[in-house]
């Protein structure tokens, strides 16, 4: 017993010098020439040994690549371990020695041959990790062997084997027909084959966009759910995601699929879990809401969600920021689980600040005491950025919730009490934001807020005290001295500040003018002398202007009912959500942006759009499921007055924008100008500073400079002046309240003779939808196709693209065998069925033909975007001609946006993405324009009418999902009309607006 | 799908790197590095991460950070879930994941890595193919090589990475047969001032050690099915009888594994074992405070509570603590101000009581924060959900095994507020 203990020991001594830290020695010049004597020994395990200390070197990042022609050299050997061991060597170095890596190519062909599929299995996943070029020649043979083995290992290890060479040399893999076996894979028996396969492909399509490697059709989606349930976790992932980039036929598809995709939902692997939620949260739409299913759906949704939270803090993060989607999209999921985001006080800081944001989201009536409760606790935590989040978190809930509101101001006002720095100045600054939604409500706790103002030192915070002081000037006794106050300093605040101050004390000075008329000029000084800011200087001038003119008029504008703030301006744009909801588990999903607007490499525009419902419902909140004939029969929405849009413009203003939306863009066009004005500008000259000052980049729009000229002293404009000035921006008139400036008598134009035309056409063609197509030309003469002439135009009719041809025999014998085929388009457009040309064409003869096109083709952008490559074949040749549509072909039915949506998208598309255009002599008027362009999908979405000038904000959607946004302005007398379109594909616009010429002019 | 991963220990050293498709350099870890800067603490560095050309996610394993490096787009979650599976395989060799036993086995967990991942894709990731493939290093395989001169890579196809059954090998086989399955409860609550629970739920977890012959074909039914709305198997559990039947049917890997895991949420009452009466107080004046803090059990279905302990991190200011305990003892760390009182057996007669003042730092003001309490203990034999298991069943096979199960409940984040 003894003896055998002392073993053991001696054993454990030996164990302990068996580790491989032996290995980590420097390696000296000496230990490489060391190494290589040992590499080069004739005993196999001294070989073995030398190989490991190689790769420990080469694991921690040493330089043992001298070593390569030695290493390659013990390649030869039946030791699986040591084979191993110099693969991973040379997948490591064969990169920088490729001449020598060519050495080992023979060994590799060999073991693809080996009769243990281990061994084949291995070779041909070595040789598509050696990154060099010349290997790859030789690589093609054995894994077209490979991918047929009869071996289901070797075939799954293959399959990935193309992905790595379509890596290395993508036209290789094309050129060899890998793709086709690798799609062949995807009906392979084993499942685990099928996965391999499916994650190949999808890895390779990503590279190639428009590729259309994944063809899923039923069939398929039935095999790839079929090997769902038997393959590894890591392949359900993949087929799972796989899946959600298919659309199903219909909601009894539909519902068969999320049947089968539940029971995923019980998973031990997040991942997988996450999956599955993605393909039901987007195959859902497609569900009617009365289903019972749909509710059964819903229920199962939760607990998998909540489980996520227990996980690890690093799923429990990615889970966070998509079940903030999710409840963004679908409240009604996660509405009773509120009590699992509370935060506990060892969760990494992350994880908290994400509770947060969804606790806020689920804030209900029902919940809000047990949610303020929590948020009061945090508010005492140590973290400060959390504190902070936690107290604005406060402040949003007594937004959203009418009924807490009172219960959130004192809850505030106890914090406010603690007399932390940080806590106080956060409370000010929500508090403010409780003012502007429930004006006259709290305005008893400002004395206590008046308290706290020396200890302000943070920007955002003193601009929140500033405005409250001004505001509510009339309420506080001292209120000139706690503004003067502030102007003794007014050169080092912020810009935030500064312009808080102009325009509280302008506020003062209209509701106490005796007292402070001295303040007023003291602050119009600092801001137009002796500031370089322009934006303070051109605000200055206006208030100086406004005052010294017309008092009555600036006590309008300046002190003007606000309008009340929203409760959810920070929810992510629901175009936007829809897409990041086919993005769950994704990148996409953490960022809370689309995958285009960070992934390098060539997604392109493809965005992913939801499934439109196919029951009823829905049509109210979102944009694209309101079905054609409602749209087009519903009249425009005429906005009543310009207040009210005004009210929706800066409704969306009023916080500052969150991570999600783009920094506010410089202006280009007038219009923007307008828009830019309104949003900033104005808006915070109607006394809101919530909107950081957006523009440096104002002194561009046309009038600045004008203004910032000006001499200092108070000059005499008449408001019609003023009102000329700023006549670029009608809108801003309008803010004013200035008399609209006189305009020219309108004329009435000339809407017989447009509606005639449109009749007309509608007559001759017989089109039921009014869609405007242009007439036929001549796409290919006979001169070039043997005496084969097609004439042709595009239609849409009843929402089905058509392609009219006439096709003409103009030479001698009979023509038969009519096909077409296209070329890739930027548009996938595709013949949806075969030419029919059922009978010969005689001579002399011609025939009308008909083509249904789809838009479910290969994509590949154009130059032109609308050009079309055609070829047509009869029993003669094949002949190619390339013609081009309007593209208002694919204007769709539903491209009617919703009023909000609009305005949202619009200021969210940057402004570099707008283009204006002119479109000359066309006598119609603005109502007669608007029926014209709803014939072909192009909606009206609001009417407006400015100083005479008819403004129509018009919406479009395109097949492929990209929406177009215009705003058309039409002056009554004046043929030009001034289009402006906004679209996230800039380049349709040139083709928009050629059409829109085109719709309008016919 | 994942590019390259680096292992990063606790002092920002990069000391392993696995490259599976082209080499990417390490100064991308720069990146990790400023963001790791930024969150002061190791636990609360974000783990993905935005740089110019790559996306960086990483987990915190063992006061290692495992990161990955990924080009094009990539569900995060399979990554992370991935990168929990790497630290748990080499727990599993090597019986802890730390920097130290990395090294000592570094060109094993190399082999692994390679095993486990081929250009991205995720290759064998079960443990047991995994140990058919490369044997885990025990002492006396070690010797038996350097004499044998055989190696520790297995030299057979990963038979179970073909079967429809991949969790399981063939051929298995044991004189004893037995199956344990330990039913582990942790209670993750939070509770205010006053006692009252504001947020309880139960993380479940059946974790089974099943060595037994053959291919057996396990069916376990509990008593009380019901409870269990919130679950997530392992993969061999079939999915279909647990919908209809509610009963777990299933043929087991080898060795140990988690069945499942389940979730009781806070709809359900959830007992909460013990009470805290707690008063921690900073006066206005002097530089002082006082401490009252007494546990009792509460809903303990007759069983006793054991390994009680409480933890209370102390607002910064706290610079001592004079304390007297009836029962255990307790330590005050200076440098990281945690307070921890370890009890011991919670003795209902006599109730364990923690008494005494903390001096602060004079002339700091009162602290503000309160600081929260964290309990923790073990209950034996009691799920405190109540869930039961009634019976197993084995077909398949025609030995009769071992079966046991075990029931245990702990504290997982189980805080009381002050």
């Known amino acids: 017993m003894q003896e055998w203990a002392n073993q053991l020991c001696e054993n454990r001594q030996f164990g302990s010098k068996m580790t491989d830290s032996k290995y980590f020695t420097t390696t000296k010049k000496g230990e490489i020439f060391e190494l290589k004597a040992e590499l080069n020994s004739d005993k196999k395990e001294k070989k073995k040994e030398a190989v490991k200390k190689v790769i420990a070197s080469m694991t921690v990042g040493k330089d043992v690549s001298a070593l390569f022609p030695d290493v390659v050299n013990c390649m030869q050997t039946d030791n699986l371990e040591l084979k191993k061991l110099v693969y991973l060597y040379l997948m490591n170095y064969a990169k920088s020695q490729p001449d020598m890596a060519i050495m080992a190519v023979n060994t590799f062909v060999k073991d693809c041959e080996d009769p243990n599929p281990l061994i084949r299995a291995l070779a041909v996943r070595t040789m598509g990790c050696i990154r060099v070029d010349k290997?790859?020649?030789?690589?093609?043979?054995?894994?077209?062997?490979?991918?047929?083995?009869?071996?289901?290992?070797?075939?799954?290890?293959a399959a990935v084997c193309v992905a790595k060479l379509h890596d290395i040399n993508a036209q290789l893999v094309e050129d060899q027909g890998f793709l086709d076996t690798l799609k062949d894979l995807i009906s392979d028996s084993n499942p685990m084959v099928v996965a391999n396969a499916v994650a190949a492909l999808s890895e390779i399509a990503e590279s190639h966009p428009n590729s259309n490697l994944l063809d899923l059709n039923p069939q398929t989606i039935n095999k790839l759910?079929?090997?769902?349930?038997?393959?590894?976790?890591?392949?359900?992932?993949?087929?799972?995601?796989?899946?959600?980039?298919?659309?199903?036929?219909?909601?009894?598809?539909?519902?068969?699929?999320?049947e089968r995709v539940t029971p995923r939902l019980s998973h031990a692997n997040s991942a997988v879990v996450l999956s599955a939620v993605k393909v039901l949260m987007k195959f859902m739409e497609m569900l009617p809401k009365d289903l019972d299913y749909y509710g059964t759906l819903l229920k199962k949704l939760a607990p998998p969600l909540v489980t996520l939270l227990s996980a690890e803090p690093e799923l429990q993060y990615v889970a966070l920021r998509n079940i903030n989607l999710i409840v963004q999209r679908r409240p009604e999921i996660l509405k009773h689980e509120m009590k699992v985001f509370f935060v506990k006080y060892n969760d990494p800081i992350y994880v908290k600040l994400e509770k947060l944001d969804i606790m806020i989201r689920l804030a209900s009536q029902a919940n809000i005491a047990q949610v303020l409760a929590e948020l009061k606790e945090y508010a005492t935590e140590v973290d400060v950025d959390f504190v902070r989040k936690a107290v604005r978190a406060i402040g949003r809930c007594a937004i959203k919730v009418e009924q807490s509101a009172e219960r959130c101001v004192?809850?505030?006002?106890?914090?406010?009490?603690?007399?932390?720095?940080?806590?106080?100045?956060?409370?000010?600054?929500?508090?403010?934001?409780?003012?502007?939604?429930?004006?006259?409500?709290?305005?008893?706790?400002?004395?206590?807020?008046?308290?706290?103002?020396?200890?302000?030192?943070?920007?955002?915070?003193?601009?929140?005290?500033?405005?409250?002081?001004?505001?509510?000037?009339e309420r506080i006794d001292n209120a000139d001295e706690l503004l003067e106050s502030f102007l003794e300093g007014f050169h080092d605040e912020s810009t935030q500040v500064q312009l808080q101050l102009l325009t509280a004390i302008v506020k003062l000075f209209l509701k106490k003018p005796t007292e402070t008329q001295e303040l007023v000029q003291q602050v119009l000084s600092l801001a137009t002398q002796d500031s370089d800011n322009p934006d303070l200087r051109d605000r200055g001038y206006i208030y100086w202007r406004l005052l010294s003119t017309d008092p009555v008029a600036a006590k309008e504008v300046v002190l003007a009912e606000k309008p009340l703030i929203s409760e959810e301006t920070d929810l992510i744009e629901p175009t936007l959500l829809e897409e990041l909801i086919c993005h769950i588990g994704t990148l996409a999903s953490v960022y809370h942006k689309p995958p285009s607007a960070f992934v390098e490499g060539s997604r392109g525009v493809q965005h992913k759009r939801l499934p439109g419902s196919a029951g009823s419902g829905e049509s109210a909140d979102s944009p694209d499921t309101g079905s054609a004939a409602g749209v087009s029969e519903a009249p425009p929405a005429v906005i009543p007055s310009q207040g009210d849009l005004l009210g929706d413009l800066l409704n969306l203003d009023l916080t500052p924008p969150t991570t999600s939306g783009p920094p506010p863009a410089p202006s280009s066009g007038m219009q923007m100008g307008a828009m830019d004005l309104l949003g900033g500008g104005l808006d915070s000259l109607m006394g809101d500073e919530s909107e950081p000052p957006p523009v440096p980049q104002r002194t561009d729009t046309p009038q600045s400079p004008q203004l910032s000229h000006q001499s200092p002293s108070p000059p005499d404009y008449s408001p019609t002046e003023l009102g000329g000035d700023l006549g670029g921006s009608p809108a801003m008139g309008a803010g004013f309240g200035a008399p609209p400036t006189a305009m020219p008598a309108s004329f009435p134009p000339p809407v017989s003779g447009g509606l005639d035309d449109l009749f007309d056409l509608g007559g001759s063609v017989g089109m039921p939808m009014g869609a405007y197509s242009p007439p036929k030309s001549i796409w290919l003469p006979a001169m070039k196709a043997k005496g084969l002439e097609i004439s042709g135009t595009f239609a849409r009719r009843a929402g089905v693209i058509q392609m009219e041809m006439t096709l003409t025999n103009k030479a001698m014998s009979i023509m038969t065998d009519f096909a077409i085929q296209f070329n890739r388009n930027s548009f996938g457009l595709a013949p949806a069925g075969p030419l029919q040309v059922l009978t010969p064409v005689g001579p002399n003869q011609s025939i009308e033909v008909a083509l249904p096109l789809s838009t479910v083709g290969p994509v590949m952008k154009m130059e032109p975007l609308t050009n079309l490559q055609v070829a047509v074949k009869n029993n003669i040749d094949v002949f190619y001609f390339s013609s081009q549509y309007p593209i208002s072909m694919l204007f769709v039915e539903d491209g009617k946006m919703e009023r909000q949506v609009f305005l949202a998208t619009w200021k969210d598309i940057p402004n570099d993405n707008e283009a204006q255009f002119q479109i000359k002599d066309c006598h119609l008027n603005s109502d007669a324009a608007s029926s014209k362009l709803q014939g072909s999908n192009v909606f009206t979405i609001a009417k407006r009418t400015v100083e005479g000038q008819d403004m129509l904000y018009q919406s479009m959607k395109l097949t492929n999902g990209i929406w177009v946004l215009a705003e058309l302005r039409v002056q009554a007398g004046n043929p030009n009309y001034t289009v402006s379109l906004k679209c996230r594909a800039p380049e349709v616009s040139q083709c928009v607006f050629q059409s829109y010429e085109a719709m309008l002019k016919n | 799908m994942i590019h390259s991963l680096f292992l990063i220990n606790h002092t920002g050293d990069i000391f392993l790197e696995k490259h599976w498709k082209s080499v990417i350099g390490r100064s991308v870890c720069d990146y990790f590095f400023e963001a790791r800067e930024k969150a002061v603490e190791p636990e609360n560095v974000p783990p993905v991460l935005q740089t110019?050309?790559?996306?960086?996610?990483?987990?915190?394993?063992?006061?290692?950070?495992?990161?990955?490096?990924?080009?094009?787009?990539?569900?995060?979650?399979?990554?992370?879930?991935?990168?929990?599976?790497?630290?748990?395989?080499?727990?599993?060799?090597?019986?802890?994941?730390?920097?130290?036993?990395?090294k000592d086995n570094v060109v094993t967990v190399y082999e692994l890595l390679e095993e486990m991942l081929d250009n991205g894709f995720p290759l064998a990731t079960e443990s047991n193919v995994l140990k058919e493939m490369i044997r885990p290093p025990t002492i006396l395989r070690s010797v038996v090589n350097t004499l044998t001169g055989?190696?520790?890579?297995?030299?057979?196809?990963?038979?179970?990475?073909?079967?429809?059954?991949?969790?399981?090998?063939?051929?298995?086989?044991?004189?004893?047969?037995?199956?344990?399955?330990?039913?582990?409860?942790?209670?993750?609550?939070?509770?205010?001032?006053?006692?009252?629970?504001?947020?309880?739920?139960?993380?479940?977890?059946?974790?089974?050690?099943?060595?037994?012959?053959?291919?057996?074909?396990?069916?376990?039914?509990?008593?009380n099915p019901r409870l269990l709305d919130d679950v997530s198997f392992h993969p061999c559990v079939r999915f279909k009888r647990w919908e209809s039947e509610r009963v777990l049917s299933f043929i087991p890997p080898d060795g140990n594994f988690t069945l499942m895991n389940y979730h009781v949420s806070s709809q359900n009452l959830v007992a909460i074992p013990v009470y805290v009466k707690q008063s921690i107080s900073f006066f206005e004046t002097g530089p002082c405070g006082r401490l009252d803090i007494t546990i009792g059990p509460k809903q303990t279905m007759g069983k006793t509570v054991e390994g009680l302990m409480v933890t209370i991190h102390m607002p910064k200011a706290v610079l001592s603590a004079n304390l007297t305990a009836t029962q255990g003892t307790y330590t005050y760390d200076l440098a990281t101000k945690v307070l921890v009182w370890d009890i011991g057996k919670l003795n209902p007669q006599k109730l364990p009581n923690l008494k005494g003042s903390l001096t602060t730092q004079a002339g700091t003001p009162k602290p503000e924060d309160n600081p929260s309490l964290n309990i923790d203990l073990k209950i034996q034999q009691l799920a405190i959900s109540g869930l039961k298991v009634s019976r197993l069943d084995m077909y398949g096979e025609k030995y009769k095994p071992f079966k046991g199960v075990k029931y245990l409940t702990k504290a997982g984040k189980f805080q009381v507020r002050t």
Request: charged share 25%.
């Open chain 1, 135 to 157: 290997i790859t020649e030789y690589l093609c043979e054995p894994l077209r062997k490979c991918l047929k083995d009869e071996d289901p290992y070797v075939r799954k290890t």
């Open chain 1, 225 to 258: 759910l079929t090997a769902l349930n038997e393959c590894t976790e890591w392949g359900q992932i993949f087929i799972l995601d796989c899946l959600a980039n298919y659309t199903p036929r219909d909601d009894r598809e539909s519902q068969s699929i999320c």
């Open chain 1, 410 to 473: 004192s809850t505030l006002l106890d914090l406010i009490q603690t007399k932390v720095n940080y806590v106080v100045q956060e409370a000010i600054v929500v508090i403010k934001d409780i003012f502007r939604k429930y004006p006259n409500k709290y305005e008893s706790v400002i004395a206590t807020l008046c308290e706290n103002l020396d200890s302000l030192d943070e920007p955002e915070a003193r601009a929140a005290m500033i405005w409250i002081v001004g505001e509510y000037a």
């Open chain 2, 52 to 102: 110019p050309h790559h996306y960086l996610i990483s987990i915190y394993r063992g006061k290692l950070f495992f990161l990955s490096v990924i080009q094009t787009e990539v569900p995060p979650l399979f990554v992370i879930e991935f990168l929990h599976r790497v630290a748990d395989t080499i727990q599993d060799y090597f019986g802890e994941c730390s920097e130290g036993v990395i």
């Open chain 2, 150 to 223: 055989a190696s520790n890579v297995g030299d057979t196809l990963p038979t179970g990475q073909l079967s429809n059954v991949p969790w399981r090998r063939v051929g298995v086989k044991y004189t004893n047969n037995e199956a344990y399955f330990d039913v582990i409860e942790e209670i993750d609550a939070i509770l205010d001032k006053s006692g009252t629970t504001v947020f309880a739920e139960i993380q479940g977890v059946i974790e089974a050690c099943v060595r037994l012959t053959g291919m057996p074909d396990l069916t376990l039914s509990f008593m």
